[in-house]
């Protein structure tokens, strides 16, 4: 089973963002454990008393928000390129599917179903290329509670039952499952991914993104993993 940890960066409505991304970390199930000990351990330094108490999300890290107020920016932006580092060094089956969106490209098309479609159908081709290689293997997106778990649901029940833009979703076990950030290490990369995409476009920051470009997903020197509408 590949599971896609999911989560967005960047807002539909802000008018002062132009970009909306949708990234999602594709882990093969059993190198969830490793990753998670690894994203623990990088948690720790901020609470050696209760790590789990800790989240990695992108923007607060970076801008020094909440509870990463109290520590060095330094600090910070190490802390967020050695939790990317943990992806950039896991099994080279683990992958990286992302859409990206100049929100005023697609008008009046809805960038979190825009970037949905594109994302799931290129995780489904993956998992088709690997049924081609007679590794025959079932795929879950799972996502970050959001405000656009509704929205998500129907159309990955749509895409498997009359389709998407270009075929029907076949791949996937189940309907995304939506599950709290705090409880999940491997959301918490997701959403680091998803904010380095979107530091990249949107305020020309690529020292973040240009850690784990490796990981987007290629297949026979043509390029899946990153769709862009920019």
Not at 178 to 184: E, T, V, W, Y
Request: proline share 5%; hydrophobic share 40%.
């Amino acid at each position: 089973m590949h599971l896609l940890y999911a989560d967005e960066s960047g807002t539909t409505t802000d008018p002062k963002q132009l970009f909306f991304v949708l990234a999602g970390v594709c882990i093969f199930e059993t190198q969830g454990y490793w990753m998670n000990n690894e994203l623990d351990k990088i948690a720790a330094r901020f609470n050696p008393g209760d790590p789990t108490s800790v989240e990695l999300h992108g923007s607060p890290m970076l801008n020094g928000r909440g509870f990463w107020r109290q520590f060095p920016l330094p600090d910070r932006i190490q802390a967020i390129k050695d939790a990317l580092g943990v992806l950039k060094a896991s099994h080279p089956s683990n992958r990286i599917f992302a859409c990206v969106v100049r929100k005023s490209l697609i008008l009046p098309k809805d960038p979190v179903e825009y970037c949905f479609e594109q994302m799931s159908s290129r995780f489904d081709y993956y998992l088709r290329r690997l049924h081609k290689q007679k590794n025959i293997q079932r795929g879950i997106i799972i996502f970050d509670k959001s405000t656009y778990e509704t929205t998500i649901q129907n159309l990955a029940t749509d895409f498997k039952t009359i389709g998407n833009s270009w075929d029907i979703i076949r791949n996937l076990a189940e309907v995304p499952l939506f599950i709290d950030s705090k409880a999940s290490r491997l959301i918490q990369l997701a959403d680091l991914v998803a904010y380095s995409i979107f530091r990249n476009y949107e305020s020309s920051d690529p020292q973040f993104f240009s850690i784990f470009t490796d990981r987007l997903d290629r297949h026979q020197g043509k390029f899946h993993g990153l769709f862009e509408k920019v």
